[in-house]
């Protein structure tokens, strides 16, 4: 069965192996919600399989279950009613650890292909995890499958085609034949084991529950770990059905499914990741979320190796454009999609006072900030695709900081309290545009998490990259937007990206935005800056995750 | 010029990248100290080259420098009477920082060309650099020769090549082209920067200056970074060499030469280390050295990702033996070469103290300890062989700690003060043996660095097996060796050093010893125990020296 999955998904991973190659576009799952890709069904087979899942408890046989643990809430307005194992990490731990020698054993393509299969069937449910993803982070319903299936699905896959890679340019055995001028040369046979850390802790956010968390959860399971998935308490079930499905199919493929366990707890109570990350057997974290609790990790978890993706505050330069329009409709959305709550949402805007070349003619600063306040009201006009892009407010904290921030500015447009076409309870906020003066870093140089954007007004050009520098450099960024017809303004924002270590989109306009981020393309993050440790897609992500042990021995 | 260097050098990084994919024998720069491949002068021209530097300044012309440090005393009887620039951090560092930008843009094959001429150069100049690893760490000429010049050179080379193939699993651009059903596809160029994460930090022991500093250097070197080099305060003039023959070609290929500086101490001093590795600008740490100051590094210089090579307490298992003669020649040179002073050497042989089934009949443990102990005897009863192989003694605390050594057990074998045929005043000390029981643990349980050795008597193979597992848990270890005829044995210890990440060696009977480890086909350490928390060989060494940031835009 294990060698055969392997066979199975060999020219998916090949192909995955030659896109990290050359970064071209490739994906391995359609991202298109299609009944004519996943079947005429495959949609209310999803739905239904959603609905079941409320109101009662997600079965999961781990050792170490001590109780109930759970109690989220939609964003669009319901209580799921589910609730999971809550654990105790002494029991469930070295149960974990008790599985890993045969899961070594197996070595890295049987691993691979059972890796696979698992990410085939999570493809398969991708409707199933699109309804677990919109309820529990808020995110509109397309979004929320293509982010949530297929896009995470190619993530996962990426961070296991680096770690596949990495582990096959280790050979297996070597024969040493060292010549000794005219006597018999000196020979030996050498082993080289890939010897897996220990347990991996993949420690999930509220916003992007499997995007974030795969490439951690293939990475360590991959080179041979046990992993332990403790998602956000606000969104459990994405990981849940992630869990459900990785110990299928490891026990279908012969080996202990404690391999991958799950580890949840109540909204409100913050303890378990902490408990777990500090635990001896916890020998790689994976984490996406605050600052805060990043930095902790860093700081405190000194037995793992820790990979963090944390807060950050994203910038845009626009120095002159050649068709104003078409830049604030690239930037209505933007701001609009998931209502700014992606870590990659630009939200500062760096303007010069004295206003932009154009192609229409010169542009003063508030003819600029209409423009992208009316593209943003405009693209919001129709109520469906409002809801839809925007989405819901994953939590009650991010609601009422947009409610509160005309507070911070000059507003340029209002933030506003929606409602769902389909769930009049929804949390929706459209998103709040405010006008600052550069020298009020204070107020725009931290990150404000939702539906937030400033319109910095600056000196010059050169003021807005000196400020995007200083901003970057302290508090980090993941993405990076600069609007010029200028190649000397376009060359120093390059400069700057390498500088301060961030992705750089140039003069967006048409259908790619500067908060998307394309799997076997885009590197995510850089590890080069506070917003994260770590690119969760290269091989420094995943050359750690696994060690060489040799033996050596006279032929 | 620069890209000449990489046509010089192509086909031995080429040979460099198969022979890291095969890890079968192969080295760029030949181990022996001969006239008819260095050149029939060589010898004499290195001495020479060696004495010229005696009782003087060596001059490098380097900013930031503030005074004259450095008291280097050969463990062969004389003062060096050399001095080398004591810097400012505060100073030098800026100026390190300053040189990046050009040797970033320059790419990674003219990088690595202009690396692959200094080690090229360095290999011309390894008789010289023989005359002063001798002088400062006290190991004999042959040894100092090649472990100090073309052994540390291939090291070089072979952390170089890990560096190169990963910076070249990146490609340069992109075209992203993505369907969009019957519309035009999306399409836009991407480009992708290796960018250096800052200045490297490479600090230095005192036995083997350049082996164990050449991994770091090259490895930080050839990704873009700056690298400042921190030698041990008694073994300086081998990386000033290394440093002078670094700018030189710097310099010539049109680079800054402070893109690699040496910052020098007086013995006794032990504050430079700790002040550069928590300077800001350090981002990248490789250091060699204590456990206390390694552990410290870890724990304090956070700015920076620490690679350390720290103590570790080696162990051997003896269960049973073909030819106990043989094995007891192999451990007479391996406990011999260098005074025990490698990070390799054994010094725990657990043994049954009722004895072991032998090709020779059965033999008491006293039998066993008799043949280990006459086979150091009898190997160092050549007082010329015995000064070649020993070497001397790097510093008076092990010599002390030698002299002492009786009072740590049953004495098998005594140390002697031994004299040198041609340095009178050397520190020489041979190797005490001693016998003690398993119990003891906190005797021999931790690093007793130097020429001493315990023979430990267990109830048996399974016991000792046992032991190691909890002494490299605890203290860690680079080597682990076994002899035994029975296939379930060795297949327990090939489970133990998988178990406890360390390097295992079967059956060493022949010219090879459990101390050597050859560049290109033996990783150097795991990073799997507390020895150290990286190999200096593998792609994790390298991958983090270097980040990608991107930049992409509409075709």
């Given at each position: ?132 993803v ?13 982010a949530g299936?297929?896009h995470a699905?190619?993530r996962g ?50 916003t992007f529950p499997t995007w974030n968390s795969y490439p ?72 996406t ?228 981020s ?38």
């Open positions: 069965m294990s060698t055969d999955l392997f066979a199975r998904h060999r020219e998916t991973l090949e192909q995955a192996l030659r896109a990290i190659r050359t970064r071209e576009y490739w994906s391995a799952y359609p991202e298109a919600p299609s009944g004519r890709i996943y079947g005429e069904t495959a949609n209310a087979d999803g739905q239904a399989a959603f609905e079941a899942r409320l109101n009662r408890p997600f079965p999961i046989d781990q050792p170490g279950t001590v109780g109930q643990a759970g109690a989220e809430t939609s964003p669009y307005g319901m209580a799921l009613g589910i609730t999971y194992p809550q654990v105790d990490p002494a029991a469930l731990l070295p149960a974990m650890q008790a599985a890993m020698p045969a899961w070594r054993e197996a070595g890295p393509d049987v691993r691979a292909g059972v890796c696979l299969e698992i990410l085939h069937r999570l493809n398969r449910r991708s409707f199933e995890l699109a309804h677990a919109m309820h529990t982070t808020g995110q509109g319903f397309v979004m929320a499958f293509q299936g297929p699905q190619d896959l990426e961070a296991l085609a680096y770690a596949y890679e990495e582990m096959k340019r280790v050979p297996e055995t070597a024969l040493w034949t060292k010549p000794q001028g005219k006597a018999e040369p000196i020979a030996m046979a050498k082993t080289y084991h890939l010897v897996p850390r220990g347990v991996g802790l993949v420690i999930g956010c509220s951690g959860l293939f990475a360590s399971l991959v080179t041979g770990n046990a992993v332990v998935m403790k998602p956000h308490s606000g969104a459990i079930l994405p990981a849940a059905i992630t869990v459900e499905v990785a110990r299928e199919v490891l026990a279908e493929a012969g080996f202990e499914p404690n391999l991958v366990a799950l580890a949840a707890e109540t909204v409100g109570e913050q303890r378990a990741a902490a408990e777990l990350a500090l635990r001896p057997e916890v020998k790689i974290i994976d984490f979320g605050s600052s805060r609790f990043g930095d902790w990790l860093e700081e405190n978890a000194r037995q793992a190796d820790v990979y963090t993706e944390k807060a950050g505050v994203n910038c845009i330069v626009i120095d002159s454009v050649a068709d104003m329009k078409a830049v604030a409709r690239n930037l209505a959305f933007t701001l609009s999609l998931y209502s700014g709550q992606m870590c990659t949402t630009a939200q500062n805007i760096f303007i010069p006072r004295d206003g932009i070349p154009a192609g229409e003619g010169r542009l003063t600063f508030d003819e600029v900030a209409g423009a992208i306040a009316g593209g943003v009201r405009k693209f919001l006009s129709d109520p469906e695709r409002a809801a839809e892009v925007l989405g819901a407010i994953q939590c009650e904290a991010t609601a009422e900081r947009t409610d509160r921030a005309a507070e911070l500015g000059e507003v340029v447009l209002a933030p506003e309290v929606r409602e769902h076409p389909r769930f009049p309870a929804a949390r929706m906020r459209s998103p709040a545009i405010l006008r600052v003066d550069a020298r009020e870093a204070p107020t725009y140089g931290r990150e404000l998490f939702g539906p937030i954007a400033f319109l910095v007004a600056t000196d010059s050009t050169a003021e807005s990259i000196e400020r995007v520098r200083a901003t970057v450099r302290e508090h980090g960024a993941i993405t990076l937007a600069v609007y010029s017809t200028d190649d000397a303004v376009l060359a120093a924002a390059e400069a700057l990206a390498m500088e301060v270590g961030v992705a750089l989109s140039v003069n967006l306009t048409d259908g790619v935005f500067v908060n998307q394309a799997a076997f393309s885009d590197y995510h993050a850089t590890g080069a800056n506070p917003a994260a440790n770590a690119c969760l897609t290269d091989s420094a992500f995943v050359a750690k995750r696994f060690r060489v042990v040799q033996s050596r021995r006279h032929v």
